[in-house]
């Protein structure tokens, strides 16, 4: 008679909704009550319809749908105590101690907070009325397991995050497409995709794609790249080459921090170069479409390791984030993650690339 729900948070990614099935299906299978918590975070606070009971059928057909169809979403309220008191009463209310959340590092946090806190919102609820003793007792201890949303592949301790390798297909098939029309009338494509904090997309593309020069968040270029740059793209045309591609990851910077951007690109081929240089932004296409067979099957793997995690839980155990080492889906504990995450994120924003690539490891 456990209750599970699932919730998608923050941005969505290719495959969350494979990984919404799968802790659904394993929830029911395992004999669980399973709930789908509409909206992320808010649909929590919110309460009502945000939180509706799931069946085997009701996760039917969506193993191949994009984004999500619970729906994601970032909430101001779950940030205050109060909105978390919220939200406790309305998991309370219909039997709720096992959550699964799907997101990346803002909304693991969160939910790590929320369980530290349980007791004390619990007590608090009992306090003004809003629950019995009763239901507190039966309540008293809630569980969460994280599994990653992201199509970065940003967060440390898993090989890949739930989204990456779909977006990645995007990325490909629009160079593929653009390098054809390119290649007919010798251009230089700009191509600027995904990636603030984490140049995964952007090198492995640059790889993939046989690209000339790839701008990466992690490792800046000296201050002369025009120079290097133009130098590398005219051997490739003296060579016989009659289309380039250069990647720039949309937090590209120089070494004094400075945002390198595909216009700043543009600008350096057009004056030194006079080779006819096209931008294209592939944006929101990146996050779009069908998730990849990859995306769907490590989805479904995570998905029921975490109601599986869930269940074999007790009182004192860590809470974890499933993740992918090498082709296992081991269960990691979650704040050691989250921490070297945030730390990465620090190390890039305070210029210390070569603390960050060490710190985040395998990924
Ligand atoms: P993305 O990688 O797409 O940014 P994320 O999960 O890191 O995903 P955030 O916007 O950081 O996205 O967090 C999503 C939501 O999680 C927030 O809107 C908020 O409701 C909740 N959240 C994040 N950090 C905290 C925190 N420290 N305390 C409470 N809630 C938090």
């Known amino acids: 008679d456990k209750g ?13 909704n ?7 299906r394993m929830a029911i299978y395992l004999g669980c009550k399973a709930y789908f918590i509409r909206e992320g975070y808010q649909g929590m606070v919110d309460g009502g319809d945000n939180i ?3 069946n085997w059928a009701s996760v039917s057909s969506i193993i191949h749908r994009g984004g ?15 909105g978390r008191l919220k939200a406790a009463n309305n998991l309370v209310q219909k039997g709720i101690t096992n959550l699964v959340v799907i997101g990346g590092d803002g909304s693991l946090t969160g939910a790590n907070l929320f369980r530290q806190e349980w007791s004390s919102l619990l007590d608090e609820l009992v306090k003004n009325g809003t629950i019995t003793a009763a239901q507190q007792e039966k309540n ?3 569980h969460i397991v994280g599994l990653v949303g992201s199509i970065d592949n940003d967060f440390c301790g898993t090989d890949m995050t739930i989204g990456t390798d779909s977006a990645l297909h995007r990325i490909i098939e629009a160079i593929d497409a653009i390098s054809s029309t390119a290649y007919s009338h010798q251009r230089t494509f700009i191509m600027e995709v995904m990636g603030r904090h984490c140049g995964y997309l952007p090198v492995v593309a640059g790889i993939i794609s046989e690209a000339d020069y790839v701008f990466l968040p992690e490792y800046p270029p000296p201050h002369d790249w025009p120079a290097k740059l133009v130098l590398k793209l005219e051997q490739e045309r003296s060579a016989g080459q009659r289309l380039n591609i ?8 120089d070494r004094e921090g400075n945002p390198i951007t595909a216009e700043d690109v543009k600008k350096v081929i057009d004056e030194r ?6 931008i294209t932004v592939l944006g929101h296409v990146q996050r779009g479409g069908n998730p990849s067979a990859f995306d769907r099957i490590l989805a479904c793997r995570m998905g029921a390791e975490a109601t599986l995690a869930l269940m074999e839980a007790t009182k004192d155990s860590v809470p974890v984030v499933i993740s992918l080492d090498g082709n296992q889906a081991v269960r990691v504990p979650l704040m050691e993650c989250v921490e070297r995450t945030q730390a990465v994120a620090l190390a890039m924003k305070e210029r210390r690339w070569a603390d960050a690539v060490k710190l985040r490891g395998r990924s």
């Open 246 to 253: 250069v990647i720039v990851a949309e937090g590209a910077m």
């Open 68 to 82: 999500t169809i619970i729906g994601s979403a970032r909430c101001a309220d779950f940030r205050e105590r109060a």
């Open 140 to 142: 008293s201890v809630l």
């Open 273 to 278: 170069l006079k080779h006819d240089a096209r």
């Open 52 to 54: 509706q009971e799931a």
């Open 18 to 24: 494979a990984a919404v099935r799968a802790c659904v």
């Open 4 to 16: 599970l729900a699932v919730f998608t948070s923050g941005g969505d990614s290719q495959g969350m």
